[in-house]
Structure formats: C-alpha cells, structure tokens
C-alpha cells in the first residue's frame, strides 16, 4: 500500500518555471519506478515522465524533453518534475504515479504506460496563460 501526495502546482505565464512534488508513504520507496502523467480537459491521460530507483533510467514524452527535468529523493520518499520554460499546451492536471518492481531491466513501452503503475495521486493543476 502506497499514499501519494501531489504538490507545487499553479498559474504561470508562457516561459515561466513550476516545480511539482509528490510525496510518497507507505512502502518501501525506492522498489519503485516513479512517473508522472498528465490529462487536459477533453484529452487522454499522456505520459509525461518516469525514473528509475537510482535515476540511471529516466523517459521523457518528446514535447517535453528539454524543458521538464525528473528527479527524485530516496530519503524524503519523492518524486520531482522541474518544468521550464512553460507553454499553454502544458496546461493540465499532473498525476504522480509509482511502479512497484524488482525487474532491474523494464522496455520502455512499459514504463510510459499508464496500466503499469501501481498507485496514484490525485493530482495538482497547472495552468500556463499564454
């Protein structure tokens, strides 16, 4: 069992910086692979980013690569998503999400799938105004 708490959300304007948190409890931390996902009105939960337990692994979703930074802090159980240089399209509810394995060697079809991820937060807005 694992509680997932979001944070850091908010209102910026285009070319701004939001830094997201998510707090995790429960179980042991750094069994998972930790991800975010996003979902804007009247569109699909995407895939964002995800970690691996050391950050050797990380994935990013082409529209965000190079701007979004992932990171994570096994002895504070979280998770982190830096976003720069913000755009209108960024605007949605961030979900932080965990992935409970032991498999060293995960395809990263798997990691950018929603259905692999164990637990989920409940998810903070952030809103960029162009």
């Known amino acids: 069992q694992v509680q997932l708490v979001e944070s850091g959300g908010g209102l910026v304007q285009a070319g701004g910086s939001l830094r997201l948190s998510c707090a995790a409890s429960?179980?042991?931390?750094?069994?998972?692979?930790m991800g975010w996902f996003r979902q804007a009105p009247g569109k699909e939960r995407e895939f964002v980013s995800t970690?691996?337990?050391?950050?050797?692994?990380?994935h990013y979703v082409d529209s965000v690569n190079g701007r979004f930074t992932i990171s994570r802090d096994n002895a504070q159980k979280t998770v982190y998503l830096q976003m720069n240089s913000l755009k209108p399209e960024d605007t949605a509810v961030y979900y932080c999400?965990?992935?409970?394995?032991?498999?060293?060697?995960?395809?990263?079809?798997?990691?950018?799938?929603?259905?692999?991820?164990?637990?989920w937060g409940q998810g903070t807005q952030v809103t960029v105004s162009s």
């Open positions: 429960g179980r042991t931390f750094s069994s998972y692979f």
């Open positions: 970690i691996s337990w050391n950050g050797a692994i990380t």
């Open positions: 999400a965990a992935y409970y394995t032991l498999t060293r060697s995960v395809p990263p079809s798997t990691l950018r799938s929603a259905t692999s991820y164990n637990y």
